[in-house]
Every structure is written in C-alpha cells, then in structure tokens.
Nanobody, 115 residues
Framework: QVHLVESGGGLVQAGGSLRLSCAAS????????MAWYRQAPGKQRELVAA???????NYADSVLSRFTISRDNAKNTVNLQMNSLKPEDTAVYYC?????????WGQGTQVTVSS
C-alpha cells in the first residue's frame, strides 16, 4: 500500500521561503516519478513540479526558477524548496505518484503567503 505524508507547510510573508517534504512508504521514490501539485480555493489542482525516475525535472512556468524539487533517497522523501514566495502561491500542496493506472495522493499541506 502506497502512503504519502506531506509536511512543512505554513504561513510565510511574500518573498519568504518554505521547504515541503513528502515521506513515502510502499514505494521507492527513486524508482518512480514523483510530483507536487497544488490546489488553490476555487481552482483546479495543478502540477507544480515533477522528478522522474532518471532525475529529470519539470516545473510549471509560474514557479520556474523559484521552486526546486529533489529526492532524498536515504530518507525515501521528495522535497520541494520554495523561494521568493508570492501570495498567488497560496494553496494546499499535495505529493503525488502513480503506480500502474492508480494515482496516489497525500493528505496535503497548507501553504499561505501573506502580502
């Protein structure tokens, strides 16, 4: 059973930084594509960043050069370093992976950026 648990969210002022972490069990993060999504109130869930099994990364245009996704293979975690945060980054952030045809999600962590 795949289980994803996010942590690290909180309240930060615009221009600040936060580091989100996703602890995975039931999978090995380095063997799977791992991703971070976010969902703001009244909006659809959107892809923020992803890291492939081979280590390739991709980012939403809105976070490019501000956010960095990475893996810690020893801890079996996936992290999202978020710098230069903006009020429009406010959302619930979800860790995600897929096995076969099944998508797995964490419970989400709230990020609130005040102006």
């Amino acid at each position: 059973q795949v289980h994803l648990v996010e942590s690290g969210g909180g309240l930060v002022q615009a221009g600040g930084s936060l580091r989100l972490s996703c602890a995975a069990s039931g999978i090995i993060v380095s063997f799977n594509t791992m991703a971070w999504y976010r969902q703001a109130p009244g909006k659809q869930r959107e892809l923020v960043a992803a890291i492939s099994r081979g280590g390739s990364t991709n980012y939403a245009d809105s976070v490019l050069s501000r956010f960095t996704i990475s893996r810690d293979n020893a801890k079996n975690t996936v992290n999202l370093q978020m710098n230069s945060l903006k009020p429009e980054d406010t959302a619930v952030y979800y860790c995600n992976t897929q096995r076969m045809a099944t998508m797995f999600w964490g419970q989400g962590t709230q990020v609130t950026v005040s102006s």
